[in-house]
């Protein structure tokens, strides 16, 4: 099959702290392009995709964490507010529900599925963890994403979820979710071979005063060819463990300005033992805005920051949310360089990476403690080209200025 590149751009609107990035020297070949906008406080990422034979354009969260994509569909049991129309599937001529004993249907997990024996229609259930969820009906689609010449590329025979009863805290400016995750139904598993298994993704974090443009790139072209001092890449394994939804990294060790911290947090799923936990101990998600480290280890981490945090008093968080903030009277405040270091991947965090501005003369690391699986999140991978090839199972990143990669 002909290898297929597209880039796919995205607006994101977040409040964050301010600085400038310089751009690096790959810059890869990508022919396509489709809209995204994105207007959610939350810090997610939207991705705009076209459902249907009388094409409708969704927007709808861009999430390496989940699997199935899923919209709002009509007619709604219980729908969130969202900005624009259902999807209405009477409308389109090459929606098909999936059958209750399909493969399709049996790639869902046994809590995620469900079946309509009067109609022999599958059904789904996702629930996520700031308990917003998701319920409606198993089916295949036509999706299509628009090209840079303006020509769609379709992709018929897709499986999505049609969602009847979702709730929660989904933004009203996006219809669900994009599956960018690893398992089997995930959007990127999908097009599988026509993308040669690679995607990447090159997110701005200059949406605090203006609609920050950011990229998705899926296609043969979309990652580094090579890793070189000269280009700045670097690269980790991804490591292979269940549920095969999500991205697996190894996280080796912190270092705050110079002192460098051993990480000691572990796999939830391997608890017992400490070769096999320590591998793929940390989950990369666009679909999370903060870092979650683990509580044991973050209380000497967050201790380092703090000393290391120059004309600023460490001052408690207004909404409760974050745990460590500075905050100064008219002096500039000094943050520490934080590098996360992965296996093979020495990555060097800006400030903006590591801190969130919650106000003028304020500021609050956006990485808090958790006594679940550890996740690197969205606000950490800003402006870096963060690769995922598939095939050879690497994740690489390239600093760069994400709003000059269109």
């Known amino acids: 099959m002909t290898t297929l590149?597209?880039?796919?751009?995205?607006?994101?609107?977040?409040?964050?702290?301010?600085?400038?990035?310089?751009?690096?020297?790959?810059?890869?070949?990508?022919?396509?392009?489709?809209?995204?906008?994105?207007?959610?406080?939350?810090?997610?990422?939207?991705?705009?995709?076209?459902?249907?034979?009388?094409?409708?354009?969704?927007?709808?969260?861009?999430?390496?964490?989940?699997?199935?994509?899923?919209?709002?569909?009509?007619?709604?049991?219980?729908?969130?507010?969202?900005?624009?129309?259902?999807?209405?599937?009477?409308?389109?001529?090459?929606?098909?529900?999936?059958?209750?004993?399909?493969?399709?249907?049996?790639?869902?997990?046994?809590?995620?599925?469900?079946?309509?024996?009067?109609?022999?229609?599958?059904?789904?259930?996702?629930?996520?963890?700031?308990?917003?969820?998701?319920?409606?009906?198993?089916?295949?689609?036509?999706?299509?994403?628009?090209?840079?010449?303006?020509?769609?590329?379709?992709?018929?025979?897709?499986?999505?979820?049609?969602?009847?009863?979702?709730?929660?805290?989904?933004?009203?400016?996006?219809?669900?979710?994009?599956?960018?995750?690893?398992?089997?139904?995930?959007?990127?598993?999908?097009?599988?071979?026509?993308?040669?298994?690679?995607?990447?993704?090159?997110?701005?974090?200059?949406?605090?005063?203006?609609?920050?443009?950011?990229?998705?790139?899926?296609?043969?072209?979309?990652?580094?060819?090579?890793?070189?001092?000269?280009s700045h890449v670097i690269s980790t394994p991804l490591v292979e463990k269940e549920p095969k939804t999500y991205y697996y990294l190894t996280l080796e060790a912190i270092s705050v300005g110079k002192t460098k911290i051993p990480y000691t947090g572990s796999s939830s799923y391997y608890p017992n033992n400490d070769d096999v936990s320590m591998k793929g101990n940390i989950i990369i998600d666009s679909g999370t805005t903060l870092t979650l480290l683990e509580s044991g280890f973050y209380d000497g981490f967050g201790a380092a920051v703090e000393e290391a945090v120059t004309g600023a008093k460490r001052v408690s968080d207004p909404q409760g949310l974050l745990s460590h903030c500075f905050k100064s009277g008219s002096a500039e405040i000094g943050l520490p360089e934080i590098t996360m270091h992965f296996t093979g991947a020495d990555v060097r965090l800006s400030p903006l990476n590591a801190f969130v501005k919650v106000s003028e003369d304020m500021v609050c690391m956006s990485m808090i403690p958790t006594t679940e699986v550890a996740i690197y999140g969205n606000f950490a991978q800003m402006d870096f080209l963060v690769g995922y090839d598939l095939e050879t199972r690497t994740v690489s990143f390239q600093r760069m200025d994400c709003t000059n990669t269109i």
């Open 5 to 230: 590149t597209l880039l796919i751009t995205f607006i994101f609107f977040l409040m964050t702290l301010s600085s400038s990035t310089n751009p690096r020297n790959f810059t890869p070949p990508l022919p396509n392009r489709s809209p995204v906008r994105s207007k959610g406080a939350g810090g997610e990422f939207f991705m705009s995709i076209t459902i249907g034979t009388q094409p409708m354009n969704v927007l709808a969260i861009a999430d390496t964490g989940s699997d199935l994509t899923w919209v709002q569909c009509k007619p709604c049991q219980q729908c969130y507010k969202e900005n624009g129309p259902l999807f209405d599937k009477t409308r389109s001529s090459t929606y098909k529900s999936v059958p209750c004993e399909s493969r399709n249907c049996n790639a869902l997990s046994t809590n995620e599925r469900g079946c309509d024996e009067s109609k022999n229609v599958c059904k789904y259930r996702y629930s996520y963890g700031d308990q917003s969820f998701t319920k409606g009906d198993v089916a295949t689609e036509t999706i299509s994403i628009n090209s840079a010449s303006g020509s769609p590329v379709s992709f018929p025979g897709t499986v999505f979820g049609c969602g009847y009863d979702n709730g929660g805290t989904f933004d009203e400016t996006g219809s669900g979710i994009i599956g960018l995750g690893g398992g089997q139904l995930s959007l990127i598993s999908q097009l599988g071979s026509s993308i040669s298994n690679k995607f990447s993704y090159c997110l701005s974090h200059k949406s605090s005063t203006v609609n920050g443009t950011s990229v998705i790139n899926l296609g043969t072209n979309s990652i580094p060819s090579g890793l070189n001092d000269a």
